[in-house]
């Protein structure tokens, strides 16, 4: 009898190494085969498998089910996993034989580890967004147990959850224990740690390693981001990319065009996210900014061929989405944009350019409320990022409420200091009040003595000029600062005021120059067709009735855009996106 009963714990035996093996090559689908029929044959005959295979063999198959990305089934076996575990604890059988208890020690070996399952678990509950679950499974786990991965799982949850102490305790553990851990570096700053203390932490390594000093600068740059002094940001990083050992390093590229959006630099901007996607065509991170701004710029066509080039990348993140939803937003197809930014928001819930997406998107369709919710959780993962407050901002004054702009943007202008942003920022509420007309002039001559070429403050006094009908003054304005750089919206204004100073020539050459520049800006369009009335008058029955025409057929556009519009707002309803 005892001689059988080994001969079977040995067979078992070679059929668990032979599951561990095929787990260990990716034989994913072959191992959730082979465990599902073992474990059902141990639960017909609970002889057939002793606890520790049992628990061997549910680990095995919850690997395997969280392959195939069946997220719910995968933490249900692994707590079925757990559970078994701890019968191993409570009941130790071993063989009374030497050779079965040698066998028992080497298979005791070979377990998977618990702690190993657990982190397994709230993997499934952070991608199924139960990031409560999640943390609760992670605290489970003993502090001297936790593995940096563990640490650094914890952290993101903890920030996520505005936990931000326990976040912080989590990212320093991470570089107590991996002090090259960089984006618990970038974690620690983004919670307002100082960058002195930070690197303070990576200090040994960087003295203990040759050529590794760019480390400290690297983190300075950092800090400044954080900071919100974009600046001094700015140059720190071109220090950096300039020294030979980083020159053509894509992520500082990537992290520089970032900061010269956020500093407003849309020129150069575009330029470093062009040089990063040159050194790295399967570059995803920073394309969805990247692909706004070009949007933004009136360069649809391109906008639509880098969506269509990474969604063959990866449809997985949630950059295309939000590139092809801008496509979509300045096609003025809001419905189909407020879909594509909700969609990448499911992917990514971190994505900050996503969920500004959707919040203009829902602010240009008059449900401002729900766009209020999305720009106040941008601006609670990127408090720093100017263009959040600014969505919020534009949905306090569309809904009439001057005072919590106001607020808001007193807010900015007290924490963000005194730049050309926030200056024009708090000049676009204060141009609101008939009131505080004279601020908003003092504030914007203010942002324009700091930074000329600032486009959003040349607008504001263009447009606070043109109220006054100071036009010479604004023709001025715009021709100083259109010497240095090309803009639609500046070119259109010029062509405005150059109409009211009676100068139609040039007016209508400047209409054709910010039509060339973004082909849908309708107020360019508006402003040469009515200028090409005035000056045709023997030809305004003909002209009247090709508008006329003109407009039956906008008019058709608009009923097919409603149409457009049920439909994805039924998709959004069928996938629980509103």
């Known amino acids: 009898t005892i001689f059988i009963d080994l001969s079977i714990s040995r067979t078992h035996m070679n059929v668990i190494e032979h599951v ?8 994913h689908s072959n191992v959730r085969i082979i465990s599902s029929l ?58 009374p034989s030497s ?226 939803g801008c496509h979509s937003f300045y096609s003025k197809r809001y419905s189909r944009a407020l879909y594509l930014g909700a969609k990448a928001i499911q992917l990514n819930s971190n994505s900050v350019q996503a969920l500004l997406l959707k919040g203009v998107a829902l602010r240009n369709m008059g449900r401002v409320q729900e766009a209020i919710i999305h720009f106040r959780e941008a601006m609670r993962l990127a408090p720093c990022r100017l263009d959040c407050y600014e969505g919020l901002i534009d949905c306090y004054l569309a809904s009439n409420g001057i005072r919590e702009a106001m607020g808001m943007a007193n807010n900015i202008y007290k924490t963000l200091g005194a730049n050309a942003q926030t200056l024009t920022i708090l000049a676009t509420v204060c141009l609101e009040d008939p009131m505080t007309q004279e601020k908003a002039k003092t504030l914007l001559d ?23 009908q100071k036009y010479e003054e604004g023709i001025a304005l715009l021709r100083n600062t259109l010497a240095n750089q090309s803009d639609c919206v500046l070119h259109r204004m010029l062509g405005d005021f150059l109409v009211a100073v009676n100068d139609y020539q040039e007016a209508m050459d400047q209409y054709s120059i910010a039509l060339s520049l973004d082909p849908n800006d309708q107020k360019s369009l508006e402003g040469m067709q009515k200028m090409e009335k005035e000056e045709s008058p023997t030809d ?28 994805w707002a039924d998709q959004e309803q069928w996938f629980g996106m509103q």
């Open 99 to 324: 050779t079965g208890g040698t066998a028992s020690a080497v298979q005791a070996q070979n377990l998977p580890s618990e702690i190993e399952v657990k982190y397994k678990i709230a993997e499934c509950y952070t991608i199924l967004k139960l990031d409560k679950d999640a943390i609760a499974v992670l605290e489970g786990i003993p502090s001297r147990q936790r593995t940096p991965k563990i640490n650094m799982m914890l952290a993101n949850l903890y920030r996520k959850a505005g936990q931000e102490r326990s976040a912080v305790t989590s990212y320093k553990e991470v570089l107590r224990q991996c002090p090259l851990a960089l984006d618990a570096i970038i974690g620690l700053l983004s919670l307002s740690v100082k960058g002195a203390e930070v690197a303070s932490m990576t200090m040994d390594v960087i003295q203990s390693i040759p050529n590794l000093d760019w480390l400290s600068v690297w983190i300075k740059a950092h800090a400044f981001i954080h900071g919100g002094d974009n600046q001094r940001a700015i140059n720190t990083i071109c220090s950096l990319e300039k020294k030979s050992l980083l020159r053509d390093n894509v992520d500082l590229l990537v992290t520089l065009a970032d900061v010269y959006f956020r500093a407003g630099d849309t020129k150069n901007s575009i330029l470093k996210f062009e040089q990063a996607q040159m050194l790295d065509p399967y570059l995803i991170k920073g394309m969805d900014v990247y692909g706004y701004l070009m949007a933004r710029e009136g360069h649809l066509e391109d906008v639509e061929v880098l969506g269509g080039r990474l969604f063959n990348i990866s449809d997985q993140h949630a950059e295309p989405w939000v590139i092809s």
């Open 20 to 27: 561990r093996e095929m787990a260990a090559a990716g034989l």
């Open 540 to 567: 305004a029955t003909v002209e009247l009735d090709g508008d006329d025409m003109e407009g039956s057929g906008e008019e058709g556009d608009l009923e097919g855009s409603d149409s457009e519009a049920v439909q």
């Open 446 to 468: 203010k942002a324009l003595a700091q930074r000329p070429d600032y486009i959003k403050a040349v607008v504001k006094k263009a447009e606070l000029l043109s109220r006054e």
């Open 38 to 95: 073992l474990l059902t044959m141990s639960t017909n005959n609970p002889e057939l498998l002793s606890p520790s295979q049992k628990y061997q063999l549910l680990v095995y198959h919850a690997d395997a089910v969280f392959h195939d990305k069946e997220y719910r089934n995968a933490a249900c076996k692994y707590n079925m996993a757990l559970q078994q575990k701890k019968v191993i604890s409570k009941t130790s059988k071993v063989r």
